[in-house]
């Protein structure tokens, strides 16, 4: 295991549905982000928190909200999304602080369907 | 834009082989790339990570060379093994921190 837990593995949803997603890691890192990754595509960063500040929102849709309550945790909300954002989620934590060396510890992610 | 490319095509191998992956970039210069291991349905493991002021990177098997003129990346594993089979992908850090992009991946099949 990397030590970083997301939950659920597997989520399918309609059009109007409102679900949230969660990340939990338990390797005393700072930062943490959101990656989508959609078939045969580039893993796509979302969002990044270092320290629960939020430093990066990478143009994404409204429709996709983050929250971070603290270091060890961060969830995305999802709310009226479109089939195009199915795919693979991904949360990912690092070591944080300077932002030196980042390397990434990432989940096993949540499989997103949008009917 | 930062533009990162790798052999989109599938590498496939003989048991026993050195596989080398590449991975080329534009429009950056970053501080360190690093490269990750994904099986399916899996989030990418990391690997390896090799600074800008670095040639060459060793761990076990693994050999990541870093060419900062060619903009390039190579990834090698020898002795090349099955269970070495899975998608490899290249990142680059956008530099501020924080801000890790990948690219899109090479899969490899090492056929026993």
């Known amino acids: 295991e990397t030590g970083v837990t997301q939950t659920p593995r597997h989520l399918v949803m309609g059009m109007t549905n409102k679900k949230s997603l969660k990340c939990e890691q338990h390797?005393?890192?700072?930062?943490m982000y959101w990656y989508k990754q959609s078939a045969k595509k580039p893993l796509e960063l979302m969002f990044v928190?270092?320290?629960?500040?939020?430093?990066e929102n990478n143009s994404v849709p409204s429709r996709f909200s983050p929250e971070c309550p603290n270091s060890s945790h961060l969830f995305l909300h999802l709310h009226t999304l479109q089939p195009e954002d199915s795919a693979l989620y991904l949360c990912?934590?690092?070591?944080?602080?300077?932002?030196?060396?980042?390397?990434?510890?990432f989940g096993s992610g949540t499989q997103l369907s949008v009917l | 834009s930062q533009k990162i490319e790798q052999n989109s095509e599938a590498l496939n191998i003989q048991e026993g082989k050195t596989a080398t992956l590449t991975c080329n970039y534009t429009?950056?210069?970053?501080?360190?790339l690093q490269w990750y291991r994904q099986d399916p349905g899996r989030g990418p493991v990391f690997l390896l990570l090799?600074?800008?002021?670095?040639k060459e990177k060793r761990k076990e098997r693994l050999k990541v060379t870093f060419d900062t003129t060619l903009k390039q990346s190579l990834f090698h594993i020898t002795a090349s093994q099955p269970a070495d089979s899975a998608t490899y992908l290249c990142?680059?850090?956008?530099?501020?921190?924080?801000?890790?992009?990948f690219g899109a991946g090479t899969r490899l099949f090492v056929k026993a």
């Open positions: 390797l005393g890192h700072n930062a």
């Open positions: 429009n950056y210069s970053p501080a360190y």
């Open positions: 990912a934590s690092s070591q944080g602080g300077a932002g030196v060396d980042e390397k990434l510890f």
């Open positions: 928190y270092n320290f629960k500040e939020q430093t």
């Open positions: 990142a680059l850090d956008l530099g501020g921190g924080f801000k890790t992009i």
């Open positions: 090799i600074r800008e002021n670095e």
